[in-house]
């Protein structure tokens, strides 16, 4: 005798024409003499409309234990669930969220509407180039297939490559207005520390052998209708190379970040464009920003007399990293200098020194006295003495036994350490050509450990103000990293210059957003991709028709959401029921 248990919905009509239904678990049994089957009620639930929904789902839930997985959701489903679809969505979402908080996406589509596009259309594609610098960096075409196969964007299934390059085209002509309204309210949202804001540059090369004049006449046929904007054309130029590739054609970006290292601005230049112009841009750019001050957070290579005298012109002021090695002589004078150091925060240490001109006296802390400050960090001091000793032993191995080489053997592996100025700079030759460590210039190494010399025109910045700038440029230098490296901001081969400058402001955008998420949670961004990227949206059909549901929300997860502000995402995001056509 078969035996099914089931629930049914029975329905009894009153006199006065209603129906009332009630749930009941029931089993088919056969009559012992007639055999016809007849239902027998085990348990009533009482009436439809007032049933314990959530004790249904319990005893649901407790019966499922004793099935196996496939089981279990075939049986919640009726029938068979197939997973058609998966998808990243907790650092897509995430950066979503941030986006908007700050205020981008409604700059974005604002700026839009005077221009009469789509301003929803633009403002997703700019998000979807925007968040896949930050989650997976790759090209224009690399990021249409990103969002159609392997990303959850909100509102942008899909986008072509085309529409892709007009975001981009739209967002560097549109720059002006869009990052003073990013500007306006993401100080005033975070609430930032506008006192001083710093501006750093850095250069970078293209994957091309020839400047843009050579460039436009390789473009192919299919590129004869494209047009470049003349307000900074030809920006591909060859120059000075901050990384070291002086035979690709360069860029120079110039950034400005808060003392937070929250970056408000980018801009490029062609990579033969003086120092002075370049001051003079970003100076007028940020003249109506309202900021209290602006110190201009030069390194080395930017740090010569005629751009200091630049800066202080109209009240300016600047914050100069000078070299520590092959020096001026005031730098030197001041790194020779006795005197005490004192203990700021982080660990760090710093000591005020007044050099005159020309590295002579002290200069009586007079007008014309030039004010150094060195810093040092005893954890890089640390740090700088082990990875000495690393080089100088690697050294030691290199010329091991080359007292039996020839002469033109010794000089061949000279010739290939002129590349690497680590190991040169600790590589001795003897009068007779012999290879030796040169311990001397280890132990005159040990004296710079841990330090940073700063030089500086504003005299109200006290040592501890100087320090905070220490930090910021290492944070500077660490955001010229992650646009290079983990946004992707190299290679790149788009050979018309606007592109190159669209694509360098979706780094800047997507370095904005990172910093934001780093600075709240405490945490590194890999450390809070890799933890998001965790979470997916996963896409079920059955036989009654499609949903999309999130995973479950992770414990780190959580703790990310939490530092943010943020709730955590829906947990369904679409229910597409089958239709009697499907």
Sequence with gaps: MGVGVYLREARRRNRDGTTVSYLQLAHNQRHPVTGASTAKVIHSFGR?????????ARLVASISRFLDPQQAVAAAAGAEVEVVDSRRLGGAWVLDRLWERLGIGAAVRRVAEHR???????ERVVFALVAQRALEPGSKLAGTRWVAQRVFIEGLPAFSDDQAYRAMDFLLDALGEIAGEVFASVAHLLNLDCDIVFVDTTSTYWELDVADELADALRTEADDDEFSSPTESASRRFGHSKDHRGDLPQVVIAMAVTRDGVPIRCWTFPGNTADTAIIRRVKDDLAGWNLHRMVWVADRGFASAANRAYLTRGGGHYIHAEKLRATNTEAAAALARPGRYHSVADNLRVKEVHVAPGGHGDGDHGARAVRFVICHN???????????????????ELIAGSDAWSARKRDELVGTLKTKP??????????????RVDAAAAKREAHLDGKWLLRTSDVTLTPEDLAAAYKQLLAVERGWRDMKSSLGLRPVHHRREDRVRGH???????????????????????NL????????????????????????TTPGQRTILTALDLP???????????TDQD
């Design 378 to 396: 005893p954890e890089q001091a640390e740090r700088d003495q082990q990875v000495r000793a690393n080089l100088t032993a690697h050294l030691a």
């Design 422 to 435: 680590g190991l040169r700079r600790y590589l001795r030759r003897t009068p007779s050509g012999l290879l």
């Design 48 to 56: 439809a409309e007032t049933v314990d929904r959530a004790g249904l």
């Design 568 to 578: 955590e995402p829906p947990r369904f995001y679409d229910f597409t029921p089958t």
């Design 116 to 122: 009469k596009i789509d301003g929803e259309l633009a």
């Design 529 to 552: 991709r890799h933890e998001l990227d965790r979470m997916h949206l996963v896409t079920l059909a059955t036989p009654s028709g499609r949903v999309a549901q999130r995973s479950q």
């Design 504 to 526: 360098i402001q979706l780094c800047w955008l997507a370095l904005l957003l990172i910093r934001v998420a780093e600075n709240t949670t405490d945490q590194t961004w890999r």
